[in-house]
Structure formats: C-alpha cells, structure tokens
C-alpha cells in the first residue's frame, strides 16, 4: 500500500478550501474518514476538515464562494456545507478533557496535533495537508498508514485513557474491524485494546442506548455482521449491551443428544441474510414499502434493510426459554417463534429503539419465520400460502429471504434439499397470488357493516362473524367476493340469533 496516491484531493474543493484558509491566515487538513477512504479505494462523499483556528469562519467563507448556504453548529464549534454532491463539515482543532461521569468533553482549542491526538483510532487520525506549500502531505504523527496496511484497530493514546473518555469507542472498535474488513484483509483489534475494552465495560454506564445502537446499526448493515457481534462477544460487550444473544451459545446432551449451537447458528443466519439481500439489491428484486398519499407504494430497495438483519439477529431469541428435552423427539424448541414475538417490544424499549412500524415489522418476521419452513416439509396447500400472504402482507419477501437464509446444516444434502424444496414453495405463492390477489387482501365485511346490518353496538359476535369469514374465504371454501362473504356471514348471524333490521 503506498503512502500517497495521485488523485486524492483533485475535488475542487480542496483547493478552495486552501486558497479560503490561507486568506484568513489559517491552516486546515481534511482529516479522518476521508483520508483513511482514499488509501483502501473507497468511495466517500463526506470530507471532515480540521482549520487551526475557527473552522465555522472557514466554512462560511468557502461557502460565499461557492454560492451555497451552511448550516452552523455553534453549540459544537462546527459547520456543513454541500457541493458538488459530497457534505464538507468544518471544526476547529481541539483538544479535550473528561469528567468521569460523561462522555461529553471539555474542549478548547488547539493544534492539529492535538487534534490528532483526541481521535479514536490511528487510522482515522490521519491527516492531508492543504497548504500551498506542501498541499496534499500526509501528517501520520502515530502511524496510521501502516496499522491500515497491516490492518490493525489501535488507538493513538493509551487504550485506558481512550475508552475510559469516551466508551462508544470500545464499539466503535469492533464496528470498524467489521466494516473494513475485506476477503483479503481482516481487520483485527489489537491485544492491548481488547484487554482494556474488557477492563472498561462499566464505563458503558454513562452511555445513551441511542448512540450504542447506532454503532449496532452500522456493524448490522456490513457485508459480514456476524464478525462484529462475535467480536463484541469475545470483549464483553455483547453480553452488556445484549445479554439474550449470549444466552444463546452452548450445547447441552442429554443420553448422547446435543442440539445445535444456536448463536453460531443466528450469526450464520444473519450473514446469510445480508448475503442474499445485497444479491436482491443488485439484481433490484427487493421493495421498500412507504406510504405516498395513504396508498402503500413499493419502491426498489438499493440500501440493506437495517430492520431486516435485525430480525435474522433476533429470529430465535426465544430458543433458551423454550428449549425442552423429550426422549422420544430429542431436543425441541416449541413456540419460540411465538415467544420471540413477544419478546420483541421489550428488547426494542430496552435499547431505546423505535417502537412503531419497524418493531412491528421485526416482530412480525420473528413471529412468521417458521411458517415458510413447515410449508417446506408439509404438502403445499393454496389454503397455506393463503394465510402466509395474508399474514405477511408487503413484508412476504423479506420473510421469504430470513427463511431461506434460516436453511442452515453441516449436511450439505440436506441444505440442497430444503432449498430445493422451498423454490416450489416460492413458485406456489406466486401462482396463489397471481390468482387471488390474496397479499394485500382487505376482508369485505366490516365490524361498521354488521353493526348497521343488525343493529347492534361493539361486541363480540361481530369479530366471530369476521374471523369466521375470512378464515372461510383463505380457506377456499367461500369465494372472496363480498356477495358470497354477506351471504355466508348472514346464515352464521342466523346460527346466532341475529336478524338483519331493515
């Protein structure tokens, strides 16, 4: 890996920032992300520049001259501006200091040296000059170019001092060995940081769960999440921040019979996933359902689903509460798809994450994944599919890919013989719904009809009547038309007592 490669700061904005900078008699460096980006080849839209001085001042003189409006954080010392396509945020160099019961620090100014030295890690701490007089220099004061080299997570000051300032960093440790390693080039985090993150784990106390779930978002959307949550395991992490995950690993036997491993089984499932989903993007098969105008619209799915691979990390959470020894079956894990629903609410609040459509739509795939699986090994039924596309609605695909990534064995026939099994699955839904139409299926009888029908409030017999028809039309036994729904609802009202008023 060379030093420096030609081409890193051709953007027109680098030299405007320069010329701009040396007006103002200051000096400023992209710095960080940006920097570290350009040495692995990666593409990055987002600059961080460090001016020796007021970074806000810089920021808004650059903007006058590329006729573009800032946006001015006074509160952090920092601005943002975008041009061209890419976001260019400006900060003073600093230096900080810690209380021990917050992670927000003490800040003053400083020198880009100083700057340098309050960065997480040596590879972000990497620096590209933008004066004139040595415009495009590479400031590595702790050998960041070659820990990206070799890759290697290490922190510029002592490890103790870095994570006991500010704990997110002990995450953010594991989140970027997880997302820049490569099939060529796995990033490891070095021994000396591992012992401290493991000697720093209470400092997590004075952490938001907002930002720690963040960093798990970040680690959960890479190509490989199952090295970040094995990595957060192996430092301790794992079982702070998620405690039922752990609770997962192990096998017990009973008279010569194990079950399987089922946190190497959940981490498997989750690469699988993200896998599959990232072939799904590219070949653009997969949705996003939003709502435009109170109509569901699906648009082409071109970003992992963060909610998705949170389902296939949560899919058998409920595994150890239900795990039951039988002589005759051997191990079973009876209702934990159901369990692991309601589960999920809990989970979310405990870590702060949201609860509205996209826990429901966790829970909802924790809750239906066993079902693509049973259709596999029962006969295939139009009455099955029925209610799977009823029950899964927009979200069927999604399920469709957990299950399919859910298709784990050390025997490799086995493997071959479930998914072959599951494409005739996936070709009966499609032929059932072609036919009905039954994935966004709305009953035709309403609880407002049978109110009006027979003149009764709220109550009970109207959601028996409903159910009863729906289950009546999914089943096949009753066309779904709302004439041969109100004709069947009608002799069941009869059964019941109930006479239409007019």
Known sequence: MSTITQGFLDHKIFQIVSET????????????????????????????????????????????????????????????????????????????????????????????????????????????????EDFGAL????GGIRDLAAGIIRTPLDPD????????????????????????????????????????????????????????????????????????????????ILPQLVKLKGVESIDGKGHKENFSHTLEVLDNVARYEEEGIAAGALKDWVFVDGVEVGKVRTEPNVWLRWAALLHDIAKPATKRYDPQLGWTFHGHEFVGAKWIPKIFQSLKMP??????????????????????TDEVTDSAVRRLLFDAGNDIDDLMLLCHADITSKNPRKVERLHANFELVKA????????????????????????EL??????????????????????????????????????????????PVK
């Open 21 to 132: 900078a040396a007006e103002l008699g200051v000096r400023a460096f992209v710095i960080g992300g940006y920097v570290r980006d350009c040495f692995l080849g990666r593409p990055s839209k987002d600059i961080d520049i460090v001016v020796e001085g007021s970074g806000i001042a810089v920021a808004e003189a650059v903007a006058q001259k590329v006729h573009t409006n800032v946006s001015v954080f006074r509160n952090f010392g920092t601005a943002m501006l975008r041009y061209k396509g890419i976001e260019v945020e400006f900060v003073g160099a600093r230096k900080e200091s810690y209380n021990r019961n917050s992670r927000k620090p003490i800040v003053e100014n400083g020198t880009l040296e100083d700057d340098q030295l309050r960065r997480d890690f040596t590879i972000n701490a990497m620096a590209f000059s933008l004066q004139k």
């Open 139 to 142: 400031v590595d004061p702790f």
């Open 161 to 240: 001092t870095t994570y006991s300032d500010d704990p997110l960093r002990m995450v953010r440790a594991v989140r970027f060995a997880t997302k820049l390693s490569t099939p060529e080039l796995e990033f490891q985090i070095v021994q000396e940081s591992k012992d401290s993150i493991r000697r720093n784990l209470h400092r997590m106390e004075i952490l938001s769960k907002e930002r720690i779930v963040e960093e798990l978002n970040k680690i959960l959307v890479t190509s490989h999440p199952s090295m970040g949550f094995r990595l957060l395991d192996q430092v301790g992490l794992l079982d702070w």
């Open 355 to 376: 609860l509205n459509e996209k826990m429901k739509y966790v829970q909802k795939l924790v809750g239906l994944h066993l079902r693509p699986i049973a259709l596999v």
């Open 428 to 451: 009966k839904m499609v032929e059932v719904e072609a036919k009905d139409a039954v994935r966004n299926w709305k009953n035709p009888i309403t609880g407002e009809y049978v109110m």
């Open 454 to 499: 027979f003149g009764i409030a709220p109550c009970r017999e109207i959601g028996v009547l409903k159910d009863a028809v729906k289950d009546a039309i999914l089943d096949g036994r009753i066309e779904g038309s709302f004439e041969a729904a109100d004709a069947y609802m009608r002799e069941l009202a009869a059964d019941m007592g109930l006479s």
